[in-house]
């Protein structure tokens, strides 16, 4: 995965980015932590979200739902499902977790194509930049997912909605890439639910994490979700890492790192500011295009 300070480095100090996967706990334990690889957000985009909740708090967001066209891919090193492959099955389940998760906060989905490659490399997360460029399609607004056999011990990363010209690197760069084994009926114990998809496609609508700045300051810009201290990991009722502060962890929240089995819904304030992020952001699928048509630019 690429870092945002790559990208940033000029105009922002930019944090470590979450390294959270794989933890083992004893020798022969499971992985116990959701592992998402998300970079933090620099501090250029701290301030684009806070200037987008300054505007809900003025006035009231959302007037019409939103539907994002996506493309499914299944990138793997054969067709074996031990390799990467996955079903039809396990992929219409994966796009309706996905369907079900947002359609509360007015999100919908058309899922346009699917398509599978065989590529060691790629299928490893090696040379993401020629593997998007070669598979990405659509414009800014169209949500690619890719379905890797193997992300580095990462669970999924995703790059957050930026001020991105169509057809240039971060344009390339943007979408979400998966571990095969969290789709619905994968091997990935506690996290086969389909839920690391909406928790990275939360990311691509701008969202952060809900320990995204800990107890101190404005945390994750949004203001219905209590403050929070650190990653959850299981599903523990009632945790208050920040006692300081009103309101228990929210750990059913889809951006918390909580179990599948743990995560119910995202808030009003969460959908708020994905509706902003998309108004400001990726709605315009024509900014910075020099012809109106959403097909894919050429590479660069
Ligand atoms: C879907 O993707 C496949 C594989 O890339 C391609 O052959 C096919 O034409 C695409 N279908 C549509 C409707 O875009
Ligand atoms: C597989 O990935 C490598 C590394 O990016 C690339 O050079 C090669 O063209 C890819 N092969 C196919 C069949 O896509
Ligand atoms: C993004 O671009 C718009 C217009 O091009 C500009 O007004 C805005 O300040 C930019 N935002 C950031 C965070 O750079
Ligand atoms: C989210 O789900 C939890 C657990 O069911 C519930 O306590 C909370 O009120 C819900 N929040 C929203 C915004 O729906
Ligand atoms: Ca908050
Ligand atoms: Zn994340």
């Not at 701290?46 to 539907?67: D, K, Y």
């Not at 930049?129 to 580095?152: C, E, H, P, V, W």
Request: aromatic share 14%.
């Amino acid at each position: 995965m690429r870092f945002s300070s790559l990208i940033h480095a000029v105009t922002a100090a930019v944090a470590a980015p979450a390294v959270l996967a794989g933890t083992t706990g004893r020798a022969g334990q499971p992985s116990l932590k959701f592992g998402c690889g998300a970079p933090d957000p620099t501090t250029e985009q701290l301030s684009m979200a806070a200037s987008l909740a300054a505007q809900e708090a003025r006035r009231p967001q959302r007037t019409t739902n939103i539907n994002v066209d996506v493309y499914f891919h299944v990138i793997a090193s054969s067709t074996s499902l031990e390799d990467g492959y996955l079903t039809d099955k396990m992929l219409s389940d994966q796009f309706t977790v996905l369907e079900e998760t947002f359609a509360p906060s007015g999100f919908t989905f058309t899922l346009k194509n699917t398509t599978f490659t065989l590529n060691t490399t790629w299928a490893s997360d090696g040379d993401e930049f020629a593997m998007k460029k070669a598979l990405r399609q659509g414009s800014y607004k169209t949500l690619n997912i890719y379905f890797l056999k193997d992300l580095n011990g990462y669970f999924g990363y995703c790059y957050f909605p930026d001020n991105v010209t169509y057809g240039s690197e971060d344009f390339w760069y943007d979408g979400c890439s998966i571990l095969y084994t969290t789709v619905p009926g994968g091997s990935e114990t506690n996290y086969n639910l389909g839920y690391t998809v909406t928790h990275e496609v939360g990311h691509w609508f701008g969202l952060y994490h809900t320990f995204q700045g800990g107890c101190e300051g404005d945390g994750d810009y949004v203001f219905d979700t209590p403050a929070q201290d650190s990653p959850t990991s299981g599903c523990p009722v009632g945790r208050d890492s920040c006692p300081e502060l009103e309101g228990l962890d929210p750990i059913t929240n889809f951006m918390d790192y909580s179990y599948d089995t743990c995560y119910d819904n995202f808030t009003t304030g969460q959908a708020a500011r994905a509706y902003s992020f998309w108004k400001e952001y990726r709605a315009d699928a024509t900014k910075g295009k020099t012809d109106d048509s959403d097909a894919t630019p050429a590479p660069l």
